[in-house]
Antibody, heavy 120, light 108 residues
């Protein structure tokens, strides 16, 4: 079983940058894909980005395309989300989650989340 | 983009009752549908994937059904720990994968 722990959240001004990290432990070899999902205060879940094999394919939601960059370091079992040009609407609790091949495209295990607040 | 619509927005029920939550996709997603449970202060928990397969460790009182555009999550006999927000998510030809807006299951 995979365990995930996010870090790197905080308060940042509009237009600023922040990098989130997600450390994976346990049966990480079973993670076909890894992704980020966020939840704005009082809102529902929103898929943000995913990286998946083969070929380390990457996709982003339209709302973050061109501003966010997802990356994965398999040697350290870490997933990252580089966030640039942050906006107030990016304020949310950010979760990382894994997708084992056996789950199709369902997010199997989730972290506890890290909070990002964009405000002046 | 496929839009996922959940109903009702809020469901008020008592422990021991049977709960039925609905999820509709704006296009055919085959059986590529998952259900999650979300409680305050916790990450989401995968309940069902493939529209009807229970995830590891999920009690048998949770069941999923449907295919195409109409899906249902049924909780056969509500326990106190089941009161939470439930989300459906499609992953047909993912990415992208979109979530419904959620159904809040509250104690009556």
């Amino acid at each position: 079983e995979v365990q995930l722990m996010e870090s790197g959240g905080g308060l940042v001004q509009p237009g600023g940058s922040l990098t989130l990290s997600c450390e994976a432990s346990g049966s990480t070899f079973s993670s076909y894909a890894m992704g980020w999902v966020r939840q704005a205060p009082g809102k529902g879940l929103e898929w943000v980005s995913v990286t998946y094999t083969p070929g380390s394919n990457i996709q982003y939601a339209d709302s973050v395309q061109g501003r966010f960059t997802i990356s994965r370091d398999k040697s350290t079992n870490r997933l990252f989300l580089q966030m640039n040009s942050l906006r107030a609407e990016d304020t949310a609790l950010y979760y990382c989650a894994n997708i084992p091949l056996a789950r199709g495209g369902a997010f199997d295990m989730w972290g506890q989340g890290t909070m990002v607040t964009v405000s002046s | 983009e496929i839009v996922m619509t959940q109903s009702p927005a809020t469901l008020s029920m008592s422990p021991g009752e049977r709960a039925t939550l609905s999820c509709r996709a704006s296009q055919n997603v085959n059986a590529n549908l998952a259900w999650y449970q979300k409680k305050p202060g916790q990450g989401p928990r995968l309940l069902i994937y493939g529209a009807s397969t229970r995830a590891t460790g999920i009690p048998a009182r949770f069941s999923g059904s449907g295919s195409g555009t109409e899906f249902t999550l049924t909780i056969s006999s509500l326990q106190s720990e089941d009161f939470a927000i439930y989300y459906c998510q499609h992953y047909n030809n993912w990415p992208p994968m979109t979530f419904g807006q959620g159904t809040k299951l509250e104690i009556k």
